[in-house]
Structures are given as structure tokens and as C-alpha cells.
């Protein structure tokens, strides 16, 4: 009874370790880890419907001159573009992808993407 307690408990760290190892090695397990990671956790909506991925997600920036604004933006479009890359490329169950990216609160971009 003694050996197999230590069996399981051995294999359930093993197992969580292995785990750790391959979401640090930066593999998503998911569209939503997929997208939290892209953007950094800014996160504020995320929502799959109907084959619709709907994210708003925050830009970071230093302030509210126009410098951060536009890297904000620029930054932003970055984000979306590998967002698309990464849907493509692992085949996720999405046709479309509403992104509304904001600073500050105010609607910076907002892009539909259609899937093919």
C-alpha cells in the first residue's frame, strides 16, 4: 500500500513538471492560452461563438502623448497579425477573428479577419 502511495504521488509530480516544462517552452495548449499570450495578458474580452473568436484587448504604452499612441497602434498590429499566423498555423476551429484593440479605453483598432 506504502509503494504504490509513493508510485502516484512520484508520477503526479513527474507529470506537473512535465507539464510546466512544456507551457514554459512556450506551446500553447489552447486558442485562449494562445491568445493570452500574444497579448501579453491584456485580455479584456474573449469570446468563441459560432466559429467568431471575439477578443478586446488593452495596447500598453507610457502615456497619452502621441509617440505611445502610435506605438501603441503599430504594437497592436503586430499582435493582430500573429494572432492570424498562429490561428492558421494550428489549425484552430475558427473562421473569423473580431479584434478591437484599445489605449487607454479608447478604440484604437478594430479589424475582422475571415479564416480560410
Given at each position: ?99 478591437t484593440v484599445t489605449y487607454y479605453g479608447n478604440k484604437q483598432i478594430e479589424q475582422t479577419l475571415y479564416i480560410k
Amino acid at each position: 500500500m506504502k509503494l504504490t502511495l509513493e508510485i502516484t504521488l512520484v508520477s503526479l509530480i513527474a507529470l506537473s513538471c512535465a507539464f510546466f516544462v512544456y507551457r514554459m517552452l512556450g506551446k500553447p495548449l489552447g486558442l485562449h492560452h494562445t491568445v493570452t499570450r500574444i497579448f501579453d495578458d491584456h485580455i479584456d474580452v474573449y469570446r468563441v461563438k459560432d466559429g467568431i473568436l471575439t477578443i478586446r484587448a488593452e495596447a500598453e504604452g507610457w502615456d497619452g502623448t502621441g509617440w505611445s499612441q502610435s506605438n501603441a497602434q503599430r504594437d497592436g498590429l503586430r499582435k493582430i497579425n500573429k494572432l492570424y499566423a498562429a490561428v492558421v498555423m494550428e489549425k484552430y476551429l475558427v473562421k473569423q477573428i473580431d479584434v478591437t484593440v484599445t489605449y487607454y479605453g479608447n478604440k484604437q483598432i478594430e479589424q475582422t479577419l475571415y479564416i480560410k
